[in-house]
Structures are given as structure tokens and as C-alpha cells.
């Protein structure tokens, strides 16, 4: 069973473009009831997961809805599990009747198995009838549920490779296998590379998908028991800021061409014009003659078809981070406000969103406490043996110690800085704390630590300035919007463009070439 923020995961990735599109004009009156809900690929005996979400195409959120589901036509070759405990549905003849409030997300989506029937045959299709009713409107969808001929694509889950910034590498993990029963007839390669390791290749069967993916077309069998290896490798060009040390994590991975066209042909979710090369066409070699599929196909296990290729950073170019600190004055029981950051120094660019601990640690001055503290930053314990997760306590107050992130991948001269209310509770002379930087391969730890000062005076409490290294004033740049954020985030709203694509980082399968 999904837990309740998985399926919330999923469903949100899956109606995202849906609600981005919408809140590009205000909310009124005539805002429509949508229904999200993507057509069925499945192979008999084997199951698929899918949602149905419903919304409001505007700012309003429903309060309720109510779904009725006619499965009439799907009973013939198909059986349907709910995955969901937010609705609450009761059978009614040859249709299912579901009603669900809304908590703070909105309503949920209504989460289901499809289980193909072990006598379905390939090429059979029935419709699944959709009514939804919220917000006192109608609406009224249907999703086709195809059985397919099963097949099952296979890669290498894993794959590295070295490159310097600047360089172009050719991407390992260009081997598939078709481990099914089946002959596989034709194939999809869809590759999402790292908004620092950007694709590079020009062959005229691959098209780029700006900010998404580069979908790669294969015409050609891949007969059962056999593997192939791609003509040549994907090219990509590491970016030349790319930080030495770090790892650009790139996603290859295979799809049957009509699982891709379940993605690439939804006419409620289109995807953006691509872009092909201009050159020699990319093929998988020692390919016996192609020839066209009768029935629709379908892989029947997807957690096994991608390759999760890092690209290993080397060269000399790492990032060179400076703590920053800040100074205030007052006396006891005043509020004085000091702001703690870091600068790049460069060269390289710091990929913070990477970074599984803190980029700064603060330590709060003693004889003070922290009563207002930046979103950026929550409680750190270094000794702790959990995983640090500053989402779950973001600003909380009263702690010793502080661990803070990036909200963006600083470039040389761009850092972060992040105010701290304190309250002074004791003072009988300058008291202070440290601001740290941490990052690996930082070549210079003599900036690494900055002071937060608290002296005694009349100064101007709730105003303390910041400054950098020993003290010195200046301001800090802060990152903007980070581009390779939502590429990544428009990598995975494809992903999820059949109903619940989920990447498992890092899975342990066997595979043979």
C-alpha cells in the first residue's frame, strides 16, 4: 500500500502541468471541473498503477468530490483494486461510487491497481466511464485500457564514467537486453541528463526535448535472450563551472515505443515540440531485419529498464567557500537580528541541491537564544546518526546549533546569508558564536569560519549587520532562480506522464548482457 505522500507525490507530478496552466488566469465562475487520468498499457496477469485527481482549473480548491466509476467494460478483461484509503466507495451494480473531502492539499487523487485478466488477449481494448461531480460542477472523462503483449526491457542499473568541466563524455550504460518472451519491436531511449552535463549528440532519430529528456527512436527487433548496444555513446558536455569531486547523476532508461506513445501522444498533457538531429542516425547494432508490430506492446517490469549513469567530476576546479559573519549590539532582554552567510569565491559552481548535510553550520552565541530564525536553516546535531532533514523543523527556534542550505547552486561571487532574531538573556561582555561553511574539496580552510558577535551597548537592536570573514561589512548576493531545478522537476513531470513513473535510486537488480 502507497502511503498517503507517495500518492500525493505522484499525483502532483502527474496534474502539475495541468495546474500550472491554469493559474495563468485568475479564478472565476466559469472555471471548469478537470479530470487527470492517463490511458492503460497492460499485459495479461500483470498490473499497472494509476490515478484519477480531480481539481478546479482556476485558484478555487475543491472542498469535496464524488467520482463514479463505470466499469461495465473493463470487468470484461480487467479487475480493479483500490490503492487509497481517502475515498470512500461502495459498489453499485457495474459501477463504483467514491466520495472524498479535502484536507490541506485539496482532494486527494483517487489511487487504483488494473489487473489484466490471464485470458485478456493483446490488442483488446475497453473504456473505463469517469463522472466527477465538486464545487457544484460536472465533469466527465474515460480512460482506455489497452492489453498489450508483454515484453521486458533490461539495463545496467549503474554505470560511471570521469570527465573534466569543459569535456565531452560519452555516457556508459548503453546497453539493453530484452530479458521477456517476446521480440520487443522497437524500442525507446529516453535519456535525462544533468542541467550541468547537457546532450550534445546530433543524430536524426533522437530529438531534444528542451529542459526534459532526449527521446531516441528505434525501428528495428530486439529478439528475446539477446542484448544490444547503442551505434555509438550518448554525448554530453560537462558545463564548464561543473565543481571538481562532485557527481552529475544522468538517467537512461527503455521503453517500449507504445508505452512512450502513452506519454508523448496524450492530447491533455502535450509535450514541447523536440528538436532532431541533423546527422547519421543512432542505431543498436547486429539488428536483424525490423518489422512491424501487430498488437500493442507493453514492459511489464519498468523498475528495471534505466541506468543511472554518474558522471565523476575531475580537473582542478573546485569552489572555494568564505563563512560570513555579523555583529549587533544591545543589552539584556533586547532582540537583535545578525545575518550569518557564505560567499563562492568560485571557480567552480557549488550544486548544493546535492548536499546531504548542512553548506553552513551557525552556532548560536552563548547567553542568547534563537527566537526567529531564517527558513533556510533548522536544529543540526552533529553527532546524530539520522539522516539531517532541515524540511521538517525549517525555522524552529531555541536551538545550540544550526544547519542551513542553499536555496540555489551559488556561482562564483553568489552565496546565501540568513538572519537570525536572538533574544539576549545574559551579557557581561562580547559573547560569540561561529558561523561554518562544509564543503568537500574546499581548497582554502582558512575562510571557512566567521564570527557572530553580540557586545554590549545601545547600538540598534533588531539591525545587526553582516560581514564577511573577520567581520568586515557587505552584503551577499542571493541566488536566483535555479534553471537546472526545473529542468530537473520537468525531467520528472515526463516521468510521470503515464500515472506513476518512480525512478528507485541506486536499485540492486542482477543484469546480463
Avoid at 9 to 14: M, N, Q, S, T
Avoid at 67 to 76: F, G, K, R, Y
Wanted: proline share 7%; hydrophobic share 35%.
Amino acid at each position: 500500500m502507497l502511503t498517503h505522500s507517495t500518492r500525493r507525490w505522484l499525483a502532483g507530478l502527474g496534474v502539475a502541468g495541468a495546474f500550472v496552466a491554469a493559474s495563468a488566469t485568475p479564478a472565476h465562475a466559469a472555471d471548469p471541473l478537470e479530470i487527470a487520468a492517463w490511458d492503460v498499457l497492460v499485459a495479461p496477469g500483470h498490473t499497472t498503477y494509476n490515478f484519477i485527481a480531480t481539481y478546479i482549473a482556476g485558484e478555487e480548491q475543491l472542498k469535496s468530490a464524488t467520482l463514479d466509476l463505470d466499469l461495465s467494460a473493463v470487468n470484461d478483461v480487467a479487475t480493479i483494486e483500490l490503492a487509497t484509503s481517502d475515498w470512500e466507495c461502495a459498489p453499485s451494480g457495474d459501477t463504483l461510487h467514491c466520495e472524498a473531502e479535502a484536507d490541506e492539499w485539496g482532494v486527494p487523487s483517487l489511487d487504483y491497481y488494473l489487473t489484466a485478466k490471464a485470458d485478456a488477449k493483446p490488442g483488446q481494448k475497453a473504456e473505463l466511464g469517469i463522472k466527477a461531480t465538486g464545487g457544484g460542477r460536472t465533469a466527465s472523462s474515460s480512460v482506455t485500457v489497452t492489453i498489450a503483449e508483454g515484453v521486458d526491457l533490461q539495463s545496467e542499473p549503474e554505470a560511471t564514467v570521469d570527465g573534466d568541466p569543459g569535456a565531452t563524455v560519452g555516457l556508459p550504460g548503453d546497453v539493453v537486453r530484452n530479458s521477456g518472451d517476446n521480440t520487443a519491436h522497437g524500442a525507446v531511449l529516453r535519456l535525462q541528463t544533468d542541467y550541468l552535463s547537457s546532450y550534445v549528440g546530433n543524430f536524426s532519430n533522437c530529438e531534444d526535448l528542451e529542459y526534459l529528456a532526449v527521446i531516441c527512436t528505434f525501428d528495428t527487433d530486439l529478439e528475446p535472450g539477446k542484448s544490444y548496444r547503442l551505434s555509438e555513446k550518448l554525448p554530453v558536455k560537462l558545463d564548464k563551472g561543473a565543481r571538481t569531486g562532485s557527481e552529475l547523476e544522468n538517467y537512461v532508461d527503455w521503453l517500449t515505443k507504445d508505452d512512450w506513445a502513452q506519454i508523448a501522444d496524450d492530447p491533455d498533457f502535450p509535450l514541447p515540440p523536440g528538436t532532431p538531429g541533423t546527422g547519421d542516425k543512432l542505431s543498436l547494432v547486429e539488428l536483424p531485419a525490423a518489422r512491424q508490430a501487430s498488437v500493442p506492446q507493453t514492459d511489464v517490469d519498468q523498475t528495471n529498464n534505466f541506468t543511472v549513469v554518474d558522471i565523476k567530476v575531475g580537473g582542478n576546479n573546485p569552489a572555494d567557500l568564505a563563512a560570513v559573519g555579523g555583529t549587533a549590539a544591545g543589552k539584556v532582554g533586547d532582540k537583535v537580528t545578525v545575518t550569518a552567510g557564505f560567499t563562492n569565491l568560485g571557480p567552480a559552481t557549488v550544486d548544493a541541491w546535492r548536499l546531504t548535510e548542512p553548506i553552513v553550520t551557525v552556532e548560536i552565541p552563548q547567553g542568547t537564544e534563537a527566537i526567529e530564525v531564517s527558513e533556510e536553516c533548522a536544529p543540526y546535531d552533529k553527532d546524530s546518526e539520522e539522516p539531517w532533514n532541515p524540511w521538517d523543523h525549517a525555522g524552529e527556534p531555541g536551538a545550540d546549533l544550526y544547519g542551513c542550505i542553499s536555496a540555489g547552486d551559488p556561482e562564483p561571487g553568489v552565496g546565501g546569508k540568513y538572519p537570525f532574531t536572538l533574544r539576549i538573556d545574559k551579557l557581561t561582555g562580547p559573547t560569540s558564536g561561529k558561523v561554518t561553511t562544509h564543503l568537500d574539496g574546499d581548497p582554502k580552510a582558512d575562510n571557512n569560519e566567521a564570527a557572530v558577535v553580540i557586545k554590549p551597548g545601545t547600538g540598534n537592536p533588531g539591525s545587526g549587520d553582516g560581514g564577511n570573514g573577520g567581520g568586515d561589512g557587505g552584503s551577499l548576493p542571493i541566488t536566483g532562480e535555479n534553471t537546472g531545478l526545473i529542468a530537473g522537476i520537468g525531467g520528472l513531470l515526463l516521468a510521470a506522464g503515464v500515472g506513476g513513473y518512480v525512478v528507485a535510486r541506486r536499485r540492486r537488480t542482477r543484469f546480463v548482457a
